[in-house]
């Protein structure tokens, strides 16, 4: 772990110690059927903005149907169409909600809540008995026109927020962007491997709990084993995750902006972002940038 990322997960650990919680974790080479604790210790910006994290279930999984099921209370109703008609407004958008609207294995359920109202969370991640993704849920803030997260792990959507142009993006791209960004997260966990995926929300509080009472030492032998099981630091899972979510909300915001100015303004900003924060992740950003190689490059080179 870099010395930023070492400083970022210290603070966040000393002030939410108070949370910490011991768990029973089994071994590497079995997972326990039942629900996984979602209350594990995450950097406080993921926090701030998704509310809390993603649960996920083992073990049998009900027949609950298949496509895209929308829970939306009627109070809602009006502003939800009105962001999910934004995120259609782009090609990337039509094809990722047809692709689970489509698909005869899979149940996305997408609803609306007052709780965490300017952020969104994706979980309840169900997988079958063969290892396939087969059930996720989006939960939209009622207020999700609203709040630009930070810019550490969320350098896209943080670029729409007031900055030293007077050129603005209205509230329902801002929420149609932070739809992307939780379908970011439903495309790359059902890429991921579920067995990894579920003992890294096994294993990941008891990373936590041993570097808070061991001075937090990231060189503790039993740290460093636990990091080889499950893919690295906790830190850098997260960020991993966020920037997938980021990534996918990039590539919608280069569908909905075409307008060359404001394109590059937002674009200078994710760079920006990336730079300070997510150096070692610009690739995936510069892959999006040069997807279109007859746009500007906005300063990404």
């Known amino acids: 772990m870099n010395k930023t990322r070492l400083s970022r997960y210290a603070i966040f650990l000393m002030l939410f110690a108070s949370l ?16 996984v ?21 083992t073990g049998p999984v009900p027949d609950q149907g298949a496509g895209i ?21 782009t090609e990337a958008g039509r094809t990722q909600w047809d692709l689970y ?43 999700l026109d609203e709040g630009y997260p930070n810019p550490i792990y969320f350098p896209v959507m943080n670029s729409l927020g007031p900055g030293d142009s007077t050129a603005r993006v209205d509230g329902t791209t801002l929420a149609a962007t932070k739809i992307a960004h939780e379908f970011g997260h439903v495309n790359r966990t059902a890429k991921a491997d579920p067995q990894l995926y579920q003992l890294q929300s096994q294993l990941i509080p008891q990373y936590n709990t041993i570097f808070l009472t061991n001075g937090r030492n990231p060189s503790d032998p039993k740290l460093l084993d636990l990091a080889q099981q499950i893919g690295g630091t906790p830190v850098e899972i997260w960020e991993d995750r966020e920037y997938w979510g980021e990534a996918n909300a990039m590539v919608y915001l280069r569908d909905r902006v075409t307008e060359d100015n404001l394109r590059c303004l937002l674009f200078s900003r994710i760079r920006h972002s990336v730079d300070l924060y ?5 690739r995936r950003f510069l892959d999006i940038v040069q997807a279109n190689p007859t746009s500007k490059m906005c300063g990404w080179q």
């Open 37 to 57: 604790p979602s209350a594990v210790l995450v950097p406080s910006e993921i926090i701030a903005y998704h509310g809390s994290m993603p649960e996920i279930e």
């Open 101 to 143: 609207q489509n698909n005869p294995h899979f149940t996305l359920t997408i609803s609306v809540s007052r709780e965490n109202a300017e952020g969104a969370t994706t979980g309840k991640y169900k997988w079958n008995d063969a290892g396939q993704l087969v059930a996720a849920t989006i939960t939209l803030g009622s207020r």
């Open 69 to 89: 099921k929308e829970d939306i209370a009627s109070k809602y109703a009006v502003r939800y169409q009105n962001w999910k008609r934004e995120f259609l407004s």
């Open 20 to 35: 910490v919680f011991l768990v029973s974790v089994v071994g590497h080479s079995a997972l326990r059927p039942g629900p």
């Open 278 to 282: 997510a150096k070692s992740y610009e």
